[in-house]
């Protein structure tokens, strides 16, 4: 009966979890086409430094230090769930226990001491949250951001508690044969229960234990906390080139190809059928699929906007609401796609409905943003992107840019000097 | 003292090729107060013995405003031209003081066909002074100053180049103080993806007062720069202070102009 019950629950866990992942895919892939698969002996080296290492989260020690602790916590204790997963498969209770003798309790008091740490960590950084540390401000974390963060982090010390207590109870019942560190020091309550309510407390805990995994496992995808799988892949397809260099428009390319040829025919038919994709970014199919990876991957730490040049002084950017306003987008678009098919258009776009012509206009490119993400995401991609539509598709642009375009064009410089005087400074005995 | 300058083009028609070309850029063109950094630079590169031109009124912007501001069109044209340009010379080394131009040359030309060797004026004077071509006076005029380092976001984050200004300004035996906000959370002077070139969005204050507490901390004597825009929002930040009979904002090669002049 309880295996029974057991592996339905973990087929329906798995499937949903299958499911979702099946349909974040499809919306990082409604991106524009990039390639980005070169110098993988980079890549590999990148994400095990970044991602694995958390090269780029000890950059602010505090935080990273404790980001640390959870994350080594959630990784080695999945060896322990591994073993709830057997017994939950086989009927068993603590099925590893004979083979590896008094190991065994070295072995569970070290993920006591793991899932402590956690539980510490985690208040640690609900302190943070709830004592108002600036960084969690800010408006795009109103609502569902800031209620996000608290769940994971109580859903995480709620799970550890139920080791724990599973843990008490089992040291109590085995009469001296087991012995587990941390919830020895916790395990007073356990004088209060008889031996058949402390097995139904045992029992009760690991059922709780299971259920919550599963439960995390689907909530993970729909929340910020999904960066424990993305910041995988985004660190391996992040950018290795210098941050300053912006990618060469492909379609314009062969635009610029065609009116610097002398025998270019302006008149020839288009080489394909195809309709003009549209230059820039209006909605986030326009975005190249590795800027929705990076919504996906933000864990919405906003690093990003607390060293923003712009957000400092006031201006409306920030480059986490950059982000988050990408993954809602995308959300509505794949939903609008599930339920209405491919072709369905809502009349809505990432620019204008979500981010604000003012917010992009704020972006300095400095790329402090960039250099403060521990999973390598790129706002500054984005945000140029939105302004390439604005400027190609729309001519929406300030007044003073498009003098500049103007001068550019005309003189070869930003300013209306001549280019012939281009040299005089080299001639002036000024 | 006026640099002795020749062009490309005065250069081919003597059927002679430098060693390098020195990239001005718009701002070093035409920006009376760059333009004094150019003069500088040239100055350096005269008195090293370095074979070097510019391309005078064939140089035209590299593109980078515009691509920032969102004008692929107008940035790929200009790259074009250039890249024609700088091939038809044969030019195989560039050098320029501006960090965008620097950027823009060395990283998003190669891509539109444009393959040359781009250094960064400051990577080059730290190699002069290395290799004992620059010989900085010892006691020069900013012995014991106090100077601070501003980072470019387009030489430091953008590309990597911390440690070469330094290395420039260690040499002049100045006293050299980091601002909280250096290397790579250096802040922004506030001139980045063409705000150079329009009014800043509406906000509390100015990224370059904001940059200027930074600098008030520290009350240097020296704002050091290594970039023509980073140049022009420090002086305006300076100005703004009030203390514009305190500090100076200088560039890398007016520094070490100035140490032996």
Not at chain 1, 62 to 70: K, Q, R, S, T, Y
Not at chain 2, 219 to 235: E, H, K, N, S
Request: one cysteine or more.
């Amino acid at each position: 009966m309880s295996i029974i019950a057991f592996v339905l629950l973990s087929a329906a866990a798995i499937y949903f979890f299958a499911k979702r992942i099946v349909a974040v895919r499809r919306n990082i892939f409604l991106g524009r086409k990039e390639t980005i698969n070169n110098r993988s002996s980079e890549r590999w080296a990148q994400m095990t430094r970044v991602a694995l290492g958390q090269s780029k989260m000890v950059v602010r020690p505090v935080a990273g230090f404790f980001h640390i602790l959870i994350y080594v916590g959630f990784v080695l204790i999945n060896a322990e769930v591994l073993e709830i997963f057997i017994d939950g498969f086989t009927n068993q209770h603590r099925i590893f226990a004979p083979y590896l003798g008094a190991f065994y309790d070295v072995l569970i008091s070290f993920f006591e001491l793991l899932a402590l740490g956690v539980i510490i960590a985690c208040i640690v950084f609900l302190a943070r949250r709830w004592g108002g540390l600036k960084r969690f401000k800010g408006i795009e974390m109103q609502g569902f951001p800031t209620r996000d963060a608290a769940i994971i982090l109580i859903v995480e010390v709620i799970l550890m508690k139920a080791l724990f207590i599973m843990d008490a109870a089992d040291m109590k019942l085995s009469n001296g044969e087991h012995f587990f560190l941390v919830s020895s020091w916790l395990s007073f309550w356990t004088e209060w229960f008889t031996p058949a309510q402390l097995e139904t407390i045992s029992h009760t805990a690991w059922w709780f234990h299971l259920v919550g995994i599963f439960a995390f496992l689907n909530y993970v995808p729909y929340s910020k906390h999904f960066h424990i799988f993305m910041a995988f892949p985004n660190t391996w397809y992040g950018s290795l080139d210098p941050a300053g260099k912006l990618n060469n428009m492909e379609s314009v390319k062969s635009e610029v190809k065609m009116m610097m040829d002398p025998n270019a025919n302006p008149y020839a038919a288009p080489a394909s059928d195809a309709p003009l994709a549209r230059l820039g970014a209006k909605d986030v199919a326009d975005l190249s699929w590795k800027s929705l990876m990076d919504a996906y991957t933000c864990t919405e730490c906003g690093r990003c906007t607390s060293v923003c040049p712009a957000n400092q002084t006031g201006k409306k950017l920030s480059p986490r609401k950059i982000m988050m306003d990408t993954r809602d987008r995308l959300e509505e678009v794949g939903k609008n796609i599930d339920q209405h098919g491919m072709e369905f258009q809502d009349g809505k776009s990432l620019l204008g409905d979500y981010i604000s012509v003012e917010e992009i206009r704020a972006c300095t490119t400095c790329n402090a943003c960039v250099e403060a993400c521990p999973v390598l995401i790129n706002p500054v991609d984005i945000i140029v992107d939105l302004r390439r539509y604005l400027t190609l598709e729309e001519s929406n642009i300030p007044v003073e840019w498009g003098m500049m375009n103007t001068n550019i064009q005309n003189n070869g410089a930003p300013w209306k000097f001549p280019a012939s005087d281009r040299g005089n400074w080299a001639q002036n005995n000024g | 003292m006026t640099p002795n300058i020749t062009t490309m083009a005065e250069m081919a028609a003597k059927g002679e090729k430098p060693e390098i070309l020195f990239w001005v850029g718009c701002a070093g063109s035409f920006d009376e107060r760059a333009q004094r950094v150019s003069k500088a630079f040239a100055q350096i590169l005269n008195d090293c013995g370095i074979s070097f031109a510019i391309l005078g009124s064939e140089e035209s912007c590299t593109g980078d405003p515009a691509k920032r501001a969102g004008d692929e069109m107008t940035f790929q044209m200009q790259a074009m031209m250039n890249i024609q340009v700088l091939d038809a010379y044969e030019v195989k080394k560039i050098v320029t003081a501006c960090p965008h131009c620097f950027n823009t040359l060395k990283n998003e030309y190669p891509d539109l066909g444009g393959n040359y060797e781009v250094i960064h004026h400051s990577t080059l004077l730290q190699q002069l002074i290395n290799e004992g071509r620059i010989k900085l006076k010892d006691g020069g005029a900013f012995k014991g100053k106090k100077i601070t380092f501003h980072d470019s976001c387009y030489l430091g984050r953008a590309n990597g180049i911390y440690e070469a200004p330094r290395a420039v300004l260690e040499a002049l035996d100045a006293d050299l103080f980091e601002m909280k906000r250096a290397k790579k959370n250096g802040l922004c002077c506030g001139a980045g993806g063409a705000q150079m070139f329009k009014e800043a969005e509406a906000g509390d204050l100015e990224i370059n007062h904001e940059r200027m507490d930074d600098v008030m901390e520290i009350q240097p004597d020296v704002v050091a720069v290594a970039c023509p825009f980073c140049m022009t929002m420090l002086r305006d930040g300076v100005k703004q202070k009030e203390q514009e009979s305190t500090m100076e904002v200088l560039d890398l090669a007016e520094l070490v102009v100035r140490q032996n002049g």
